[in-house]
């Protein structure tokens, strides 16, 4: 078999078992879509293709992209938790888009699915060109919405560092209150039951 002929197979055996994964729906609120991430447009990011990843998002992605804290770890993270068999949705990353514009201005989702603990983990990041107009808010409370309509959620934890002013404010307005220290060092945990 020729290289172009393996590459070809490989290329349709990913496809299929693409199409075979269960898939992450889309999330709408009032501003926002939230567009789940796959492996094509996680694929198309970690080379750095961004019209590949504008083609397979079907939206805008703006020169300052990705935002902050959303970097190359996150994405190689994000696309080998997509590829475990153990995959469900809604328990990934999802870029938040404008509707109105079709541009991202963001991402984030969930670091993982429930424990048995019921614990859902999410994180965010928005574009500095697009914050202060409360799209991460509305991203958070849009992913909360849909954690709790899922079976064992108890509570929702995001992390962040004190000198995070933003996020604390924003998850604070989200409903979420400091529950100690996180995980990595410096970092605080925050809270949200759904209870």
């Known amino acids: 078999m020729s290289l172009d002929a393996a590459k070809f197979a490989a290329d349709a055996r ?9 898939r992450a729906r889309r999330i709408e609120s009032a501003r926002l ?22 083609a397979s998002l079907r939206v805008a992605v703006p020169e300052d992209w990705p935002p902050d804290l959303y970097d190359s770890e996150a994405v190689a993270w994000s696309l080998h938790a997509l590829r475990q068999p153990s995959y469900r949705p809604p328990w990934s990353t999802y870029y938040f888009a ?10 984030g989702g969930f670091v993982h699915a429930p424990g048995e603990a019921g ?7 928005i574009l500095a060109a697009h914050r202060r107009r409360g799209y991460a808010s509305e991203a958070i409370l849009a992913l909360i919405a849909r954690a709790r309509s899922e079976r064992g959620v108890r509570r929702i934890i995001a992390q962040t560092y004190p000198d995070l002013v933003a996020s604390i404010g924003v998850l604070e307005k989200c409903g ?5 220290a996180g995980e990595e060092a410096g970092a605080v945990r925050y809270v949200r039951d759904l209870g």
């Open 98 to 107: 404008l509707k109105a514009g079709k541009i991202l201005v963001g991402a």
């Open 176 to 180: 979420f209150h400091l529950d100690g």
């Open 14 to 22: 990913g496809a299929i078992v693409s199409l075979l994964r269960p």
């Open 33 to 54: 879509t939230l567009i789940p991430a796959s492996i094509a447009s996680l694929s198309a990011e970690a080379v750095g293709d961004v019209a590949r990843l504008a």
């Open 119 to 125: 614990e859902a983990e999410l994180g965010y990041s």
